[in-house]
């Protein structure tokens, strides 16, 4: 019995020790195993010291921030793109050209060159994004969309170079047409393409004034000049104005004073004159006893002494009176205001002549 008592005593005390043994490897254990380390990021200088980072003198940059890292990358580049956008028609509407569309040295006109920069564009450039980064204390990502402004250019300057190309070979078929409303016409095409190159002039600007002026100030010299050009080559399209069947010298006045609002030199000798605008009125009498009965028309041709360059054609309603005179008159007013509303659109649309 007591020997019994020994051995459960004694077992009891094993048990026991065992028991301690496991609590202290357990515990040695779990003190020697090493924690998980957190890889803390630091926050990009860029955030709150864009400008140190992407110096404007080498960088167009921009911020954009989201609720994701794909939202804030794709807001940072529309961010970008915007003031990419905003800042070339700043450039547009700075630049105007002033010149004179008439002969009255008094009225000067002034246009400002557009151009529409879109999106798309930035395609072209080096466009680069920074890893966008979550910033903690405002719970939003934030991501740095960016543009090496010297890569860029050199990127972009073969497309400037392109257009420019394409201007000038407009630009020289105008030089080499002999006649002067042919050149007219050519230089309105040639202001059409100096539009296109002039809009990626603009954004070469951009990216880099010293290299763009460097490379094209010669190119904006001559674009400039285009509309005194255009003018200069009106003013030798003398146009000498005949009519036939006017009265009171009604539909001379309003011819003349068309032709010359659209900026062309008149005169009343043939032979001191480029074109004749050759003017018929016809009456188109019908027979109604007493009454004088006109159905009136018009016809203007333009030609030189080589060929005839362009042909108006319309007429008016039914014209009335007992009077001739004064049915002649009503004609040639209701003419005149006809030619007034139409002519020089379709002049101008007709002869290719731009605005």
Not at 128 to 137: I, N, Q, S, V
Not at 191 to 217: C, G, I, N
Not at 240 to 262: A, P, R, Y
Request: proline fraction near 3%; aromatic fraction near 12%.
């Amino acid at each position: 019995m007591y020997m019994q008592h020994m051995t459960n005593k004694f077992i009891t005390k094993i048990s026991l020790f065992f028991i301690l043994l496991s609590i202290l490897v357990l515990f040695v254990s779990c003190a020697s195993k090493p924690k998980k380390e957190t890889v803390v990021i630091p926050e990009p200088e860029w955030i709150t010291n864009k400008k140190e980072v992407f110096p404007d003198s080498l960088y167009l940059a921009q911020l954009g921030t989201g609720t994701t890292a794909a939202e804030a990358r794709n807001n940072a580049i529309a961010q970008l793109a915007s003031y990419f956008n905003t800042t070339v028609k700043s450039l547009i509407e700075g630049e105007t050209y002033t010149y004179n569309t008439t002969n009255d040295p008094g009225k000067v006109d002034r246009t400002v060159k557009s151009s529409v920069v879109t999106y798309t564009d930035l395609n072209l450039f080096a466009l680069e994004t920074e890893e966008p980064y979550f910033l903690g204390r405002e719970n939003k990502w934030y991501c740095c969309a960016h543009i090496n402004r010297k890569d860029a250019w050199n990127q972009y300057e073969p497309l400037v170079r392109d257009n420019k190309n394409s201007f000038y070979s407009i630009f020289q078929l105008a030089q080499e047409t002999k006649e002067p409303l042919e050149r007219i016409k050519i230089y309105s095409q040639t202001e059409t393409a100096s539009e296109v190159f002039l809009a990626s002039l603009y954004r070469a600007t951009m990216l880099s004034k010293k290299l763009t002026d460097e490379a094209f100030a010669t190119d904006r010299a001559v674009i400039a000049s285009i509309p005194g050009l255009v003018q200069k080559e009106k003013n030798n399209c003398v146009m000498c104005v005949t009519t036939t069947g006017d009265f009171g010298g009604t539909i001379s006045s309003t011819v003349n004073g068309i032709f010359t609002q659209m900026g062309f030199a008149t005169n009343d000798n043939e032979q001191k004159s480029y074109y004749i605008v050759q003017t018929v009125i016809d009456y188109n009498e019908v027979k109604e006893d007493e009454l004088f009965v006109y159905f009136p028309s018009v016809k203007i041709i333009v030609k030189s002494q080589e060929r005839t360059l362009y042909v108006y054609e319309n007429k008016m309603d039914k014209v009335l009176s007992y009077n001739e005179s004064k049915a002649k008159k009503s004609a040639c007013d209701g003419i005149a205001e006809l030619l007034q509303r139409e002519l020089a659109d379709d002049f101008k649309s007709t002869m290719g002549l731009s605005e």
